[in-house]
């Protein structure tokens, strides 16, 4: 009997040093199977592309080809979006050349990143004179970057139940954010048809996941819910100007992303995927606005969890918003810009005044609300935090002109600031003394509530208020025929999709006035990240109270948004005739009617956000300095 376990034994040994595997279950063969039929059907077209001609029937087959690919990806897309999203831009990467800029921007510098597979290919097919090498690279690299997706490294998130509730819900956000838009599909015309197919594809991999894996099953209830989306969709016009966006998210994915996210706390999901970064596993709807975290608010408070801390914290920073003491001069503060009533920007001027008091800012000074919900700020990305931000413009030399040791000096003047900068010191050990991160803490974590107020919009999306017909027309252009969804993502209006890790950056051909005799002279992000496809791009803000946070466009140009919606409709300055080789707007003329226009309108003026305004401060703090003491609430100008 000895020899009969000692053989076992060795034959274990034999099996495990030789590479054998367990066997794979239904839900893993599933996966390798469309990755397989998938690799299939791109070999096919490429050996296609190799004999076809590139233009009559020729063209028109091949485009029948990458359609059909297309809907093979489709089945794998719930899968190679979550599990590497890096290597699915090769598959179906929507630009040529990506300077799209991850959370992770806060650890290490952009890099380029090169797409490629069926959405370029089916573009340059489009093309007057197709480019043979160029379609036949774009397709051989998404055959290739398949086998990213076969590593152990990969596969072995299969073996658990924790991937799938996470890629679920990454695939529900998509179906909000993304899928429906035309964002990477060129020909909008298979937009719904795509859409389609994908739903049956995913409802059919529940069913495979729920029979491998008893104890954590895609539950009953969402199921059924399931089965509603599908039957809906189903009846839906092809045409993705007809179909209701509206009710498809508001009834259909947005009770699903819900039941989702029960599922993820009941069985105990986790995640050590990139993708979940930023999102919460709390809030029960896309439009929470606890969705997903942007912006570490409290800074250097980050430990402070005590509320009288915390209120404390807030006090003394709405003081600092209000106080001139951070200038150079004791008389310019952060509300000289920022005006709390007007949305924390400044409705008034273009641009705002420099700090000698005659010259302008070169850009229109950005509204403060929501602004927690990007990861990179500034027009033109140059910050990964709200403090770094807010030091930035303190010492900026237009702007408030201060040096940091005399404006310490001046704030421990007051004897209510160094008592209460003193107390927040013991809560900080990386900074024991007090520094100029203590007062950009409490002037961001002031400020950010009112990052914290809901709209029309969203009250409608959870079924709490009703939304005007004119208001849900208008988003259902929104999101199709007008294309602003492919740079404005549910549910911020901003330039931030799903997983909500990223901020992009589009090159619009902003003119640097109404005549459109010539671009802006505004680099944009190429003066932080030089590169071609960066020249004259700015980061991508949101549409949410843009009724009351004009004027627009990174230089203030147009003081309406019917300007803005007029300048879009046109194709941006290139539709404008301006010479904009980079351009990332259409170009073509959207063809928009005065009614589609207006209820464009109506949809944006339900974003607006019921926003509790507070009034200023009666009084800043007295200083030791007797000359400290005259200075105005607000700032003089």
Known sequence: MKGFFSAVFVLALIFFFSGFKPQRTEYQNLYFKKIEEFKKQQENLLNDLKESSLSGIGKENLLKKIHYSRLKLKGLDFWLRYLEPISYKQINGPLPVEWENEVFEKFEKPYKRLGAGLTLAEEELGEASPDRKKLADYIQKSIKALDVFKADSITKNLETHHHFFLANRLFLLNLAAIYTTGFECPDTTQVITELKFMLNDVRASYDVFNQNFPATQVNAQYLEFFDKTLRFVQTQPV??????????????????????????????????????????DNCNSIFDKSLYEGMNVKGIFSRVDDEETLTEIRRIGKLFFYDPILSGNNKRSCASCHKPTEYFTDTVVTTNLQFNGFMSLPRNTPTLINVVYNHLLMLDGKHISLQAQGKDVTTNPIEMASNVDTLLKKVLSCKDYKKSLNKFAKYTPEEKNVSMNHIVSAISFYYSDFSNYYSHFDYAMEKKKELPEDAKHGFNIFMSKAQCATCHFVPQFNGVKPPYIGSEFEVLGVPHDTTFTGISPDKGRYEINPANETFDAFRTGTIRNAQFTKPYMHNGVFKTLDEVIDFYDAGGGAGKGLKVPNQTLESDSLHLTEQEKKDLLAFIFSLNENVIFETPPVALPLSKSEELNSRKVGGEY
């Open 239 to 280: 045409n993705f100007s007809a179909f209701d966006h509206f009710t498809f998210i508001r009834d259909y994915v947005n009770p699903l992303f819900a039941l989702n996210q029960q599922m993820i706390r009941d069985y105990a999901v986790t995640s050590n995927n990139f993708n979940d970064y930023s999102l919460s």
